[in-house]
């Protein structure tokens, strides 16, 4: 295995959980062994995530968390990839494999993680994105190759001077992702306006090429917020959004996408905001788009946007979800933000004809909470879908897990 996590499971104070007095205090779950022979892990005490993805990394059916964050909120803690594998009565209290992405030369801000095939192998692997803060700024893309089990074989990096925007230790937007092209594999990276491509022989990134300004007829797309593939049969185009639309790329070299068909507008209009992918199909992505109090979803291919909003929306937008819950029809919508009470949390379930609208209650206000991760975290995909609420800081406050209880009124429940 590539890096591997702490050798032992300990309990809260630090100590080998194998005593028995020690035992019950662990925050691990009992019995759970990851692939590879790692061992659970708690989460550093005061770690703080930046990034969440969800993605299977192969061996089972489940789908598995990585957190991207630092081991606490000092200059020179690591930087790390936390990987949480999926499995039942999951608690997300540890991880079983830590990749470390840090720098031994300047402070790094880790800023984008993603999970997909980028070696053609149909394994999935792991891609991360850090920016270095020297003099010029340094952009890292690192490829960590998947076995298809669970485990990661090997690593490799690219570096390019620019930057994504933002402040050090805020840098979004950013993203990284890694598409199918007529002749094998690239992966793209970047944030706002300014991406780049590194193309992926065997299992080495090559050297990355700044991508030409993105057009819109005879202008010039600005303030990028996302990259995404929109899956095809040899090759694959994109999907970006920028803070007012949602174009679809078709990429003629690996320096120049080519706009198809025309721009969607959001509805909420021009807003700094977030785009977060949900739902994908062989051959469509659709995701959602937040600014302000109002939820923007985005389909491609071709480029399309509708609206929804609701009195029940937080006040201030942190994170959402597009997922389903309870079928496979259908969208479903998970909201976290922040509102005069404090963190709230919102579901709002689709319709036959997709649109949300029954709301799960009031919105409940939770202790904590930033990030969400959505998917099947239980090697049972017939089973519904559950959800996990994960607070930025690692502290005494767990991630909540929840699933929607189907029915004549469905009903959130806390996870056993």
């Known amino acids: 295995m590539l890096v591997a996590a702490a050798a032992t499971r300990h309990g809260d104070g630090g100590a080998d959980a194998s005593g028995d007095s020690d035992a019950a205090a662990s925050p691990c779950d009992p019995g759970w062994d990851p692939p590879g022979g790692a061992s659970p892990t708690p989460f550093p005490a005061g770690a703080v995530f930046r990034a969440v993805t969800v993605g299977s990394l192969g061996g089972d059916t489940s789908d598995d968390i990585l957190l991207l964050g630092q081991a ?149 797309v600005q303030n990028i917020q996302d990259i995404r593939t929109i899956p095809g049969a040899s090759a694959e185009d994109l999907l970006v959004v920028t803070q007012d639309a949602a174009y679809q790329y078709q990429v003629t070299s690996p320096t120049t996408f080519m706009l198809q068909g025309t721009a969607a507008a959001l509805p909420s209009g021009a807003a700094p905001r977030f785009f977060r992918a949900g739902l994908t199909t062989a051959s469509s992505i659709e995701g959602v788009s937040g600014a302000g109090d109002r939820v923007d979803f985005v389909a491609a291919p071709p480029a399309s946007t509708s609206g929804f909003q609701s009195s029940s929306m937080p006040m201030m937008l942190g994170d959402m979800a597009l997922t389903r819950l309870v079928d496979g029809t259908g969208r479903d919508v998970v909201v976290l933000g922040h509102s005069t009470a404090g963190v709230e949390l919102t579901v709002f379930l689709a319709t036959e004809s997709g649109q949300p609208s029954d709301l799960i209650g009031p919105p409940s206000t939770i202790l904590a909470g930033e990030l969400l991760a959505a998917g099947h975290f239980d090697d049972n995909i017939s089973a519904p879908a559950s959800f996990y609420v994960v607070p930025g800081t690692v502290s005494t406050v767990a991630p909540s897990c929840f699933f929607v209880a189907s029915g004549p009124q469905p009903k959130l429940q806390a996870c056993l």
């Open 72 to 220: 606490g909120p000092n200059i020179a803690d690591t930087r790390a990839v936390y990987i949480a594998y999926g499995h039942p009565s999951m608690s997300l209290r540890c991880y079983d494999l830590a990749l470390d992405v840090g720098s031994t030369i300047a402070l790094t801000d880790v800023v984008a993680v993603a999970v997909a095939d980028a070696t053609g192998d149909d394994n999935p692997d792991v891609l991360v994105l850090t920016r270095e803060m020297r003099q010029p700024t340094v952009m890292v893309a690192r490829l960590f190759v998947g076995a298809g089990d669970g485990t990661l074989v090997s690593m490799s990096k690219t570096t390019v001077e620019g930057d994504v925007g933002g402040v050090p230790g805020d840098p979004d937007p950013t993203y990284i992702l890694a598409r199918r092209t007529a002749g094998g594999h690239e992966v793209v990276f970047g944030g706002l306006n300014d991406i780049w491509t590194s193309e992926v022989s065997g299992t080495t990134l090559a050297l990355p090429a700044r991508v030409d300004p993105l057009m819109d007829g005879g202008s010039t």
